[in-house]
């Protein structure tokens, strides 16, 4: 007996499985595409990359934070390529993307640090560069609490914004601005449409 038409459908929807996105992934996406700056690559990730995220009202990362500015970790489907970066251009960090990449074989963490200055090329740091490993520590780890309580993030109590608590009020409307005072690119490839 053969596969049949709904056989052949699943072997073709198989060989089209979508890949996870790496950070040669990114890299490639970057130097194939002479992205130079954060707003440039954004729009260009993966829409499940962009579609799953945390936003950190205050972050004790290397990326500055603020509620009206908060710094975002895209996570994607599974949280086995991250990605973040800060909001606001008056912050040192905002020209930086961090990455953290589970490498399954190893069962390791590789932090990179991918810098853009002044319309320059992308600077792409060695995996797990000082500047992470002073808090993520060797070998290199994520540093989160255990979910459901993630304190200084946007739903910190089991993803729960309450309407009227002062959580709320800062995230309505938040309304991230760019130098000139326009929404931040940033933000909006995320689906954000703040008014």
């Given at each position: 007996?053969?596969l049949g038409r709904w056989g052949v459908v699943f072997l073709c929807a198989s060989a089209f499985a979508r890949q996870p996105f790496k950070f040669e992934d990114l890299k490639k996406l970057i130097e194939t595409n002479d992205l130079r700056s954060v707003e440039a690559v954004l729009p260009h990730l993966p829409l499940p990359l962009r579609s799953h995220f945390t ?141």
């Amino acid at each position: 007996m053969g596969l049949g038409r709904w056989g052949v459908v699943f072997l073709c929807a198989s060989a089209f499985a979508r890949q996870p996105f790496k950070f040669e992934d990114l890299k490639k996406l970057i130097e194939t595409n002479d992205l130079r700056s954060v707003e440039a690559v954004l729009p260009h990730l993966p829409l499940p990359l962009r579609s799953h995220f945390t936003l950190m009202k205050n972050s004790v990362s290397q990326q500055e934070s603020d509620p009206l500015h908060p710094r975002a970790i895209l996570y994607g489907d599974d949280a086995r390529f991250i990605v973040t970066f800060g909001g606001h251009p008056a912050y040192e960090s905002f020209q930086t993307l961090e990455t953290a990449e589970f490498v399954e074989p190893r069962k390791e963490v590789e932090l990179r640090e991918i810098v853009f200055s002044a319309g320059n090329p992308a600077r792409f740091s060695e995996i797990n560069p000082h500047q992470c490993t002073t808090c993520h520590r060797t070998p290199a780890r994520y540093v989160w609490p255990e979910y459901l309580t993630w304190e200084r993030a946007y739903g910190e109590d089991d993803d729960k914004i309450q309407s009227g608590s002062g959580e709320y009020e800062s995230l309505r409307p938040p309304q991230p601005q760019s130098q000139a005072g326009a929404k931040s690119p940033a933000y909006l490839a995320l689906g954000l449409n703040f008014r």
